[in-house]
């Protein structure tokens, strides 16, 4: 890390993943001048810890960004739309975690991993996007396989955690589990169904073509992130009750041959990746042992019996951090190490 120092700010400071971009900071000793934590005008008056200093939260508006040299937003896509260009106007580079700037032509969208040469284009809008959760931990493990031998297409289908959606899910699990092994009533509030003891394969809106947005950011930002538009994406994205960790089935289909053995080797060298393979000892990735760390696990790595060049895998991270507050923060070293 450089030596240089910034001054910071959170947007989103109070909800899921701001909070966990403002224990990212603190755990991987980001060097700020100065911190400032941004949310709603609800939040006022409310105190979040930083290196065991309470800062007050501020309310977010038009004149927060001045003096800031980079933001980290995540406090929804109106916000980003409305706010990251009055951010950049003042000089600060925001990295942001909603969907709003993802596929903009002008807007990085990065893996540190996988393309962070793409960073030094934040000069075009002064934004960089972070991509969606289940896009990131797919990229991490794909990377190395079509840098080898060429994706030709990726077939996904998700097992996404309730903290995906922010606190107020994390709570409705919480509280319809409570209330139903009570024999009590529940209340729906964030999703269309109940999510305790279920599985809604629904994440955000339907669309036109009958996919769920959800599914389209993993077919777009997969290919942008790649950087191969010639990559086949299909997902299905389906919300599980699990509050920590998504998981993914993933079929991959090759241009070139390769063995599982040789899948394996080549995603044990991966510094990001973690292969958990050990199926005769009941050992592949869990969503349980996921959650709280930041590598991307893999397992399950099996040959696709049923055509000539397919591997099949089970991929699992934490939503929140590797999937969310971690990437922004690794953009934010990047960004701060070789660009500004
Ligand atoms: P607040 O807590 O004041 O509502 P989550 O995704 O976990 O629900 O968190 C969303 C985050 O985005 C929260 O920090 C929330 O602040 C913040 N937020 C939502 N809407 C706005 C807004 N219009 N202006 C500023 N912050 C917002």
Redesign the pocket.
Known sequence: MSEKKVNMAV????????NQMIKCLEERKFPLKSIKL???R??VGREIRFKGELFAVEE?TESSFQNVDIALF???GD?SKNFAPIAAKEGCVVVDNSSAWRMDPEVPLVVPEVNPHAIADYTKKGIIANPNCSTIQLVVALNPIHKKCGIKRIVVSTYQAVSGT???AIDELFDQTRSMINFLDYEKKVYPHRIAFNCLPHIDVFMENGYTKEEMKMVNETRKILEDETIGVTATTVRVPVFFGHSESVNVETIEHITADEARALLEQEIALKVIDEPAKNLYPLAIDAAGQDLTYVGRIREDESISNGINMWIVADNIRKGAATNTVQIAEMLLKNCL
């Open positions: 947007a989103g400071a109070t909800g899921a993943v701001g941004l949310a709603s609800r939040s977010l995540s406090a929804g916000t922010g606190k107020k």
